[in-house]
Nanobody
Framework: QVQLVESGGGLVQAGGSLRLSCAASGRTFSTNTMGWFRQAPGKEREFVAAIGRSGGSTYYGDSVKGRFTISRDNAKNTVYLQMDSLKPEDTAVYYC??????????WGQGTQVTVSS
């Protein structure tokens, strides 16, 4: 089992920045890819970003490319999402996810990000 706890969400004005954190605990040695998804009210869950086990490979959704940066600190079992140039359409609940080496997925409880115009 892997437990994921997100933090860092909040209210920010358009153009501002936030950094989300996701701390993993439990069988963290089994985690491989980690990432972030988001879900806005009335919309489907959307891929935001992902990062490989070593941190050398990163992937981004088209809507956040060039504005968001994903990183991880394996010593702290934590993945981060730096969000810059935020837009009102970035408003959503952001979920951390981890995929284990056995391809099992775990999800955090989510953290709310609200961007005011």
């Amino acid at each position: 089992q892997v437990q994921l706890v997100e933090s860092g969400g909040g209210l920010v004005q358009a153009g501002g920045s936030l950094r989300l954190s996701c701390a993993a605990s439990g069988r963290t040695f089994s985690t491989n890819t980690m990432g972030w998804f988001r879900q806005a009210p009335g919309k489907e869950r959307e891929f935001v970003a992902a990062i490989g086990r070593s941190g050398g490979s990163t992937y981004y959704g088209d809507s956040v490319k060039g504005r968001f940066t994903i990183s991880r600190d394996n010593a702290k079992n934590t993945v981060y999402l730096q969000m810059d140039s935020l837009k009102p359409e970035d408003t959503a609940v952001y979920y951390c996810t981890a995929r284990t080496l056995a391809s099992t997925y775990y999800w955090g409880q989510g953290t709310q990000v609200t961007v005011s115009s």
